[in-house]
């Protein structure tokens, strides 16, 4: 058995019955959807012609979003249904990201991943789906793939098929019969139309500084939601009810003037938000502290001080926790964390870094206790060899927590702008920029040995120039892969994320910085750490959000 979809959007009339018989049978919550129909009118008045497409999950034959998923919660059945299980989602909103079709959404009342499953508990009972079911045209065809008899089968055999994103490779199994490409591809129409045709289009907050971005309105994020189902109250940022101007918008000049023009969608919201950019910056603190540490001692470069290690070992211990913290506060289903080390899934990265941080954690966390015991005299001296060993032993833990994010992004296969080979080593680099400007802003409040602080200096000088270098000459100076990537770096380098890049980041992170240094001031020095460390957070806030802004749908 391999089930498929086949759409017939040659018979199509744009009826919502699926969309509706869908949240019927499956009681999705309202502001979510699992089947929707998306609407494309092109021409000019008034030759005009509406195109229908019904979208949702491919039921891809390589899903993605089974290989990012931490704890087996999306699954991919022998069937070839890719199936959910909310009783095992953490809502890391991984699956989110890694789907390309924005067939994905966190049920706004569970905190749970939730999608089109196939009417699984319909399928097993030999029963159609029920947007198969309700369609008055027979424009949705279920059925065998691998069976020559199925319907299904001789339609595809029959007719000329399109899918959805062929070049990301996932092989979808949701295949449309007279495809139009303004509906196909979702960045073939600019999101500029100030109304839909049953939706109002209204400017939105993020709710954690994001810019407005248009689309209807949106359903209250599932944290909120159950915040209000509870009495609590909601925060004054969170989208809620009409805005003032009321809720009909007519754009200027005539109607239908324009060639092509979106009628109708089902907008989604952006899954991570800012303590994605602030856990990657503190977890490059905790693991560009303990590596400059380990390498300046075992290379020679600084002798050992133990009121330095004590305090630079601490602070790469608080910082990974503080990144722990934020991890598990991203969670829709925070309480659920352990599962990641319970019912691992290992081919995914959230896993693997997840286990990088907890044996680092130990390792870092064992030698810093015999640090500080050696150093307040607890300790036999013999303890020296096994502080060397946990040391050294931290080195590659400490390096694969900084840069397994790298290889998480890369698994993000909704979001193109991620999918960079310069990423791990971009990520090594800022780890060292973090950890030594952190220790440069440490050293103001004990005394620290001329040659360590010296060492953090040029360590913090180098990795600015070579930070800098990476970003403009590798990550935006060379083209992109994809029109979506391209479009997430326009938002950064031209769009409304150009302040966070070229102010917050290159200038006030960069290039003020390394002029501050110069100086060998220690407060300016410093002060130029705190100037990094902001700016490199701006430019993972833009990092992370911007490739999130462009539609997958």
């Known amino acids: 058995m391999n089930y498929g979809f086949l759409i017939r959007n040659d018979r199509c ?19 979510v959807n699992r089947t929707w129909v998306k609407s494309v009118e092109t021409g000019a008045f008034p030759n005009v012609r509406r195109h229908f497409q019904v979208t949702r999950c491919n039921h891809c034959a390589n899903p993605p979003c089974v290989r ?29 990201q890694a789907c390309p079709y924005d067939a994905i959404y966190v049920d706004p009342e569970s905190g749970t991943a939730a999608k089109c499953h196939y009417c699984a508990h319909r399928t097993d009972l030999g029963l159609e789906p029920a947007c198969v079911v309700v369609c008055p045209e027979h424009a949705i065809i279920a059925g065998d793939l691998d069976d020559p008899r199925s319907e299904i089968s001789q339609m ?77 109250p909601l925060r004054a940022s969170q989208p809620q009810g009409l805005p003032d101007a009321g809720p009909i918008h007519v754009g200027d000049g005539r109607m239908a003037e324009q060639m092509v023009q979106v009628a109708y969608n089902a907008q989604h919201t952006i899954p991570w938000h ?47 926790a503080l990144t722990t913290a934020l991890l598990v506060f991203d969670l829709e289903r925070p309480e659920r964390f352990l599962r990641i080390i319970f019912r691992p899934q290992w081919k995914s990265w959230l896993t693997r870094g997840a286990f990088l941080l907890i044996g680092f954690s130990v390792v870092a966390g064992g030698w810093w206790l015999l640090e500080a015991g050696a150093y307040l005299g607890w300790w036999d001296p013999l303890s020296s060899t096994l502080r060397a060993v946990l040391l050294w032993a931290g080195v590659p833990l400490a390096a694969g927590a900084a840069v397994y994010t790298a290889f998480l992004f890369g698994q993000a296969e909704g979001r193109d702008l991620w999918q960079s080979t310069l990423l791990p080593v971009h990520l090594l680099v800022q780890a060292f920029l ?66 966070h890049f070229w102010i917050g980041s290159i200038v006030f992170g ?25 700016g490199l957070y701006l430019y993972e806030y833009a990092f992370v959000l911007a490739p999130q802004e462009v539609p997958n749908s």
């Open 68 to 96: 990012i998923c931490p704890v087996t919660a999306m699954y991919q059945r022998d069937d070839g249904i890719v199936e959910f299980d909310p009783e095992a989602c953490i809502g890391c909103k991984a699956c989110l």
């Open 434 to 499: 973090a950890g030594s400007a952190t220790l440069l802003v440490a050293g103001l409040f004990f005394e620290m040995p001329e040659v360590i602080a010296h060492t953090a200096r040029v360590t913090f000088g180098a990795a600015l120039v070579l930070d800098l270098l990476v970003t403009l000459l590798g990550e935006f100076g060379m083209p992109h892969a994809s029109e979506a990537a391209v479009r997430a770096a326009h938002l950064i380098s031209h769009g409304p994320y150009a302040p």
């Open 156 to 232: 595809l055999a029959e007719n000329q098929v399109t899918v959805r994103k062929p070049e990301q490779g996932t092989a979808p199994k949701l295949f449309y019969v007279e495809g139009n490409d303004a509906n196909l591809t979702p960045t073939a129409v600019e999101r500029t139309p100030t109304t839909f045709a049953w939706a109002d289009v209204l400017p939105l907050h993020e709710g954690d500084g994001a810019p407005h971005r248009s689309g209807p309105v949106e359903p209250v994020p599932p944290k909120a939601a159950r915040r209000a189902k509870s009495g609590a």
């Open 13 to 31: 009339i744009g009826c919502h019955a699926c969309s509706t018989a869908c949240k019927s049978e499956n009681e999705v919550p309202l502001g």
């Open 274 to 320: 800012w303590p994605v950019p602030a856990y990657l910056v503190t977890k490059g603190i905790g693991a560009g502290l303990f590596m400059l540490l380990a390498l300046g001692l075992g290379l020679g470069l600084f002798p050992f001080d133990g009121l330095t290690f004590v305090v630079g070992g601490f602070l790469a211990l608080l910082f990974t």
């Open 510 to 534: 960069h290039v003020v910085p390394f002029g501050l240094l110069v100086f060998g001031v220690p407060v300016l020095t410093a002060l130029a750490g705190v100037l990094a460390l902001v």
